[in-house]
């Protein structure tokens, strides 16, 4: 069923992939696949690339997962370095591949630059993608957003007013940077609620598989690691059990807690998100075929 039908039914449960650089990624992401689609996520979704050359792999990706493996594929796509003509072919592309839901981003400036700076013919907010996208074809729309605050935004009320101008561009639904406290979470949905923003807004999971991955999350997405947690996950081999472990019991406080959907960041390793997905259905939440 239609992602966007399911959402406005239940929460959803979705795992996100990215193409891998190295041709020597491929061979066990299609097993990882394969196996994440044992488990029957409503859709899965693909990141678009800094730049380069795993860029194309996105749509080919993507169109791979739906016809071979059935499951709904959803596409990132960025501004970084795409004028609107461009982004208007890749979509072209997408939707010729039978692609219909994309989750339109603004990106990240490219290693090396000090800060984002849009295409001469393109654009500079994430919001001015999903208008592109809503203006001229009839994907579904997400968006990003940021319980924590975006990593540039002064404050956190400056950054949800560009969560409601995706909104009022025309998104369908937002999908969370990856946090470890819920009440973070849970603060920003209120907060958004107050604005009138009524864009189902899914939560980003990240079962943290290895200790030393935490200062570079936190690098790179803003989240705030909560002071417990490193003592929490402990140090050795077991880590990802600990982690798995922390990731299901904040899925659970979110789904008890109303979460539109789940989105679990599978950093391309199926047996974390299996896990998370089997200890779910056993607390009742995913039945399968519903
Ligand atoms: C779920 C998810 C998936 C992602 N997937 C990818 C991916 O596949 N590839 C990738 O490269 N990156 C990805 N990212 C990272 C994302 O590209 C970066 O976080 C990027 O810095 C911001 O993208 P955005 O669409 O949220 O930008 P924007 O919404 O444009 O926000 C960026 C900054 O600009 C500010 N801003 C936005 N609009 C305005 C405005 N109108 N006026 C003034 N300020 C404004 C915001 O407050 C924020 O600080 C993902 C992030 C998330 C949460």
Not at 104 to 114: E, M, Q, Y
Not at 121 to 147: M, R
Not at 216 to 238: K, M, N, Q, T
Not at 272 to 287: M, Q, Y
């Amino acid at each position: 069923m239609p992602l966007l039908e399911n959402l406005r039914r239940r929460p959803t449960l979705s795992y996100e992939f990215f193409p891998p650089k190295n041709p020597s990624g491929w061979g066990s992401l299609y097993a990882t696949l394969a196996e994440a689609a044992r488990q029957e996520p409503d859709f899965v979704s693909v990141t678009y690339g800094a730049g380069g050359s795993t860029r194309s792999k996105t749509v080919d990706l993507v169109g791979r997962i739906q016809s071979e493996l059935g499951i709904e594929a959803m596409a990132h796509l960025t501004c970084v370095g795409h004028s609107r003509e461009e982004l208007r072919g890749i979509l072209e592309q997408l939707w010729n591949a039978g692609i219909r839901d994309v989750l339109a981003l603004r990106g990240d400036a490219p290693k090396g630059d000090a800060s984002f700076r849009p295409h001469p013919e393109g654009f500079a907010h994430g919001s001015d993608l999903v208008k592109f996208i809503k203006d001229n074809f009839d994907f579904t729309v997400g968006c990003a957003f940021y319980p924590e605050k975006h990593v540039e935004a002064r404050t956190l009320e400056e950054d949800m007013t560009t969560l409601k101008i995706k909104q009022d561009n025309g998104a369908d639904f937002a999908v969370s940077q990856l946090f470890f406290d819920n009440a973070n979470f849970f603060r920003f949905r209120d907060k958004a609620a107050a604005m009138g923003i009524t864009l189902p807004l899914v939560a980003g999971v990240l079962p943290v598989l290895d200790i030393n991955q935490l200062p570079r999350f936190r690098e790179l997405s803003g989240c705030v690691i909560p002071d417990s947690l490193p003592a929490f996950l402990g140090e050795g081999p077991d880590v990802w059990e600990r982690g798995v472990e922390f990731a299901t019991a904040q899925c659970i406080e979110l789904l008890e807690n109303g979460v539109a959907g789940l989105h679990l960041y599978c950093l391309n390793k199926h047996p974390s998100v299996v896990k998370i997905t089997e200890n779910l259905r056993a607390r009742g939440f995913f039945p399968r075929g519903a």
